[in-house]
Each structure stands twice: as structure tokens, then as C-alpha cells.
């Protein structure tokens, strides 16, 4: 695959103050395009100046949804190198994303090569301050020009990146959480597995209901049953009970987190009990009332792990851990960024070089 890439002739001033990045507001200078056609795969491999995107009304993605995504993050290091964190598994769960709805899929090593060479143009992006970096957003969008409902003939391949703020500048806090017992996020047999923007859509009320009453994010129940837990938010949900760590299966209506698999093989590593099994939220709140719930979290690219300090269940209140980070949250957390931002040596291979 070769990518051309034409360079802006007008750059944008970088912000000055990284302690007011934010996420996901500022973008950089260029943006990778390529595009697909059904019957000649994917062509025009290009790095552009970032602008607007030019597309006809009619394209299905505006009507039915067709879209796939991934977040991945750029992080530098304190000798000045850029270093992306298993970025190959980014690229396989695209395309796993891509097969469920009928978007094409691409080559994995031309994803990762366009992704790659996006970050190298944009290096002087990447933030320097601690805790900052460049959060990638790939993206692949059907754009066949009908409002007829047929699988997708035409597609869009898009990366655009945003320098982006600590998710923590003054310390991890543990959030509140609601469980949902009326909207579901996905059920078995759906998209549940898929990171696409049709899941969000999904969740956007029971996240917005939850605000309003003072919670940061929901816990999703099973779709079928609303018995078993699924995730908190757009993050996986792991809970330490009585020294085991428990995670709900990957049945099919549970993303599969990068964060989440690095962070079982971190804890299988450091000789803690890790279940991947199903678990009631009858099971979690015994285990609150009983005392044996000793932490639970949320695990995900853009905050790594967020604590969990309150579930609130049908109008109780359960506090967890005193609303203070555990132990083997606290771990997980300086283990996962010590080997992002290059502070702990890398010995499991997950770190790729720019
Ligand atoms: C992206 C995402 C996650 C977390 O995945 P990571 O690879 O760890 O960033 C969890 N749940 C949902 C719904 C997601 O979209």
C-alpha cells in the first residue's frame, strides 16, 4: 500500500497549555482517507490537510449506520519517542467490527501502516505534559449514495487525531455508578462485540438519566434477564471479591477491551485469581452487603481504570472500598501507564514504536 501524503500549507498554532487539552475537542493537522469500492477493494491511500468531509446526503451512513471505530492512543515518552500500546489488537477488533455489520475489512498490516504513518506525520502533536496523549480515531463509514437498504458497495476509511488532556490532573477519582435495570446496551446475537456508533446510540438515554441524578456512568445489565452484569459505560467492569477477581465473559454482547485483556494477563502475572465467567448483580450486592466486595473498576483506552466508589441498585446506595482507589486497582493502573509512557520496561511486547 502506498500512502501519499500532501502536507498542509497552513498549519495550526498547537496549544499552548496542555493542562487544558480536554479530550477529543482539538484536532491535528492532517487526517488519513482511503476508500473502498466494491469489486476493486480499498485505493487512494492519502494523508491530507484535516477539513470537512464532502458526502452526498443520501449516504447510507446517515440513514442506517453504518460505521466502525477504534481509539488508540499515541504516547510519548520522557526521552521524546512515540509509542502506541498494542495497537495490531486496535486493528483485528476493527475489522471484526467492520465483518459484523457488512463493512469491508481491510489488511491488517495496511491498517496498521496507515495508522502508523498518520502518528509520524503528526508527531509534533503528540502532547508532552504528564499523563497527555495523542488519541487516534480510526473510522470506516458506508457511503453508497442510496437510501435503499443493500449491504455496503462503497466505504470510507478515516483517521483523524487529537492531542488530549490527563484523564486524571488531579488524581484518580472513583466515580458513581447506576445500575440500569430498564434500557439495555446490547443483547447476544446483536452488536454488542462491535465498536460501532449504533451501541452508543443506544446507551446515550440511560447515560443521560444517570447524569441528572448525579452518576457519572452506568452499570449495564445482561438484555435478556437484566440478571448478569455486562459493562460500566463504554468501559469493561472488573470486581475484586474476597481476593478472586471476577469479569463478565465475552459472550457476544460485551466489547472486547484491549484494557480489559491487558489487564487480566497483568493480574493472572502478578498470581492474583482472575474469573472470566458470568456474574448476577445479585452476586455483586451480597458481596457489598457481606463485606466482600473489596474494589471494583472500569477498565478502558482513554482512562485506563476508573475506580468505582458507589452503585447505586434500585435506589440503594453501596459504598465500595470507603470511595477510595484498592490496592490492585492503584497497581494496575501504575502498571498499564509505566509501560505506555515508556517508565516500566516492556516485557510483554505490547508497545510498537513510531
Ligand atoms: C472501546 C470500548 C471499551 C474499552 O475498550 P478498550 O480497548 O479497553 O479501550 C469497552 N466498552 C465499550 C462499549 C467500548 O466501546
Not at 509512557?341 to 514504536?353: A, F, N, R
Request: proline share 4%.
Amino acid at each position: 500500500m502506498n500512502i501519499s501524503i500532501t502536507k498542509t500549507t497552513a498549519p495550526k498554532t498547537k496549544p499552548q497549555d496542555e493542562s487544558k487539552l480536554g479530550f477529543g475537542n482539538i484536532f491535528s493537522d492532517h487526517m488519513f482517507l482511503m476508500d473502498y469500492e466494491k469489486g476493486k477493494g480499498w485505493f487512494n491511500a492519502r494523508i491530507v490537510p484535516f477539513e470537512n468531509l464532502s458526502l452526498n446526503p443520501a449516504c447510507a451512513v446517515f440513514h442506517y449506520g453504518p460505521e466502525v471505530f477504534e481509539g488508540l492512543k499515541a504516547y510519548r515518552t520522557a526521552k521524546g519517542n512515540i509509542q502506541l500500546f498494542r495497537p495490531i489488537e486496535n486493528v483485528r477488533r476493527m475489522n471484526n467490527s467492520a465483518d459484523r455489520i457488512c463493512l469491508p475489512q481491510m489488511d491488517e498490516k495496511d491498517m496498521l501502516k496507515a495508522i502508523k504513518t498518520f502518528v509520524e506525520v503528526e508527531k509534533d502533536w503528540v502532547p508532552h505534559a504528564e499523563g497527555t496523549s495523542f488519541y487516534i480515531r480510526p473510522f470506516i463509514i458506508g457511503v453508497d449514495e442510496t437510501l435503499g437498504v443493500h449491504t455496503i458497495q462503497k466505504a470510507l476509511f478515516v483517521i483523524i487525531g487529537s492531542p488530549s488532556g490527563s484523564y486524571y490532573p488531579e488524581g484518580i477519582n472513583p466515580v458513581k455508578i447506576m445500575i440500569e435495570t430498564e434500557d439495555v446496551r446490547a443483547v447476544v446475537g446483536g452488536t454488542g462485540y462491535a465498536k460501532c456508533g449504533g451501541n452508543y446510540a443506544a446507551s446515550t438515554r440511560a447515560g443521560h438519566k444517570a447524569e441528572l441524578q448525579g452518576y457519572s456512568q452506568v452499570l449495564w445489565l445482561d438484555g435478556i434477564e437484566r440478571k448478569y452484569v455486562e459493562e460500566v459505560g463504554a468501559m469493561n467492569v472488573m470486581f475484586k471479591i474476597d481476593g478472586t477477581v471476577v469479569t463478565p465473559k465475552l459472550l457476544g454482547s460485551v466489547l472486547p477491551g484491549i484494557t480489559r485483556k491487558s489487564c487480566i494477563e497483568l493480574l493472572k502475572d502478578q498470581g492474583v485469581q482472575v474469573e472470566e465467567r458470568q456474574i448476577s448483580v445479585d452476586e455483586v450486592i451480597k458481596a457489598l452487603e457481606e463485606g466482600k466486595l473489596e474494589e471494583a473498576w472500569g477498565t478502558g483506552t482513554a482512562a485506563v481504570v476508573s475506580p468505582i466508589g458507589e452503585l447505586s441498585y434500585k435506589g440503594e446506595k453501596y459504598t465500595i472500598n470507603n470511595f477510595e482507589i484498592g490496592e490492585t486497582t492503584q497497581k494496575l493502573y501504575d502498571t498499564l501507564t509505566g509501560i505506555q509512557w515508556g517508565k516500566i520496561e516492556d516485557k510483554k511486547g505490547w508497545i510498537e514504536k513510531i
